[in-house]
T-cell receptor, first 113, second 117 residues
Framework: DAGVIQSPRHEVTEMGQEVTLRCKPI?????LFWYRQTMMRGLELLIYFNNNVPIDDSGMPEDRFSAKMPNASFSTLKIQPSEPRDSAVYFC???????????FGPGTRLTVL | AQKVTQAQTEISVVEKEDVTLDCVYE???????LFWYKQPPSGELVFLIR??????QNEISGRYSWNFQKSTSSFNFTITASQVVDSAVYFCALSEDYGGATNKLIFGTGTLLAVQP
C-alpha cells in the first residue's frame, strides 16, 4: 500500500514567490496534518483537518499561509508570498480517527532564497 | 499544557553499546498516547512505537525496548547492542485523545544518536 505522498520533495524558490506543497493521504484515512520542522522550533503542527474540514489552524504562522483539503485524497499548503524564514521541511501526515497513530510522508524541503 | 522534554540533545556511543534515550512528558489529561519516531539522515519520520496511558507494560521489539512509568511521567527508549544504522534523530511525542477530537502530536526536541563503528 502506498504511504502518504508529498510533492515536490524539494523546492527552491525566491522570496516573494508563491509556493504550493501537495499531499495525498493514505487511502481511507480521514484526518490530515501539516507539520513544519525547523532547527529553531523543531516539529510543530501547522493545521489539522478531519473529514476534509479544518479543525485546528492555530499553528499557521500568519496570513501568508493557507491550506485546503478539497477532497479526501488531496491537500495543499500554500505560502504567498514566501520569505526566507519559511525555509523548512514540511511534513504531511494522515491517520484514521482512532487510534491516534499518524503516518508521515517523506516531507518537502523548502528553501526560500 | 502539554509538553515533551528530551533533555539529551546528542549522544555518541560506540557500536554494540547499549544506549537509553530519555523522554519526560507533561499533560493534565488521563487519556493520552506516547510515541517514538526515528528520523534517519534521509529525513523521513519513521514510527517506532505507540503506547497508551493505560498500558504501563514495558515493551521489547528486537534490540529496542521501552520503559513507561506514569509515576515519573517518563517514556524512555533503550537500544541494546547499538549499530551504526541506529544513527538518527529520535523524537518522543505526546498526543491527547478525545475520542477522535484534536490529536495533534506534541514533539520533543529530539535526541541525535551517533553510533560510531
Amino acid at each position: 500500500d502506498a504511504g502518504v505522498i508529498q510533492s515536490p520533495r524539494h523546492e527552491v524558490t525566491e522570496m516573494g514567490q508563491e509556493v504550493t506543497l501537495r499531499c495525498k493521504p493514505i487511502s481511507g484515512h480521514n484526518s490530515l496534518f501539516w507539520y513544519r520542522q525547523t532547527m529553531m522550533r523543531g516539529l510543530e503542527l501547522l493545521i489539522y483537518f478531519n473529514n476534509n474540514v479544518p479543525i485546528d489552524d492555530s499553528g499557521m504562522p500568519e496570513d501568508r499561509f493557507s491550506a485546503k483539503m478539497p477532497n479526501a485524497s488531496f491537500s495543499t499548503l500554500k505560502i504567498q508570498p514566501s520569505e526566507p524564514r519559511d525555509s523548512a521541511v514540511y511534513f504531511c501526515a494522515s491517520r484514521l480517527t482512532s487510534p491516534a497513530l499518524q503516518f508521515f510522508g517523506p516531507g518537502t524541503r523548502l528553501t526560500v532564497l | 499544557a502539554q509538553k515533551v522534554t528530551q533533555a539529551q540533545t546528542e549522544i555518541s556511543v560506540v557500536e554494540k553499546e547499549d544506549v537509553t534515550l530519555d523522554c519526560v512528558y507533561e499533560t493534565r489529561d488521563t487519556t493520552y498516547y506516547l510515541f517514538w519516531y526515528k528520523q534517519p539522515p534521509s529525513g523521513e519520520l519513521v514510527f517506532l512505537i505507540r503506547r497508551n496511558s493505560f498500558d504501563e507494560q514495558n515493551e521489547i521489539s528486537g534490540r529496542y525496548s521501552w520503559n513507561f512509568q506514569k509515576s515519573t511521567s517518563s517514556f524512555n527508549f533503550t537500544i541494546t547492542a547499538s549499530q551504526v544504522v541506529d544513527s538518527a534523530v529520535y523524537f518522543c511525542a505526546l498526543s491527547e485523545d478525545y475520542g477522535g477530537a484534536t490529536n495533534k502530536l506534541i514533539f520533543g526536541t529530539g535526541t541525535l544518536l551517533a553510533v560510531q563503528p
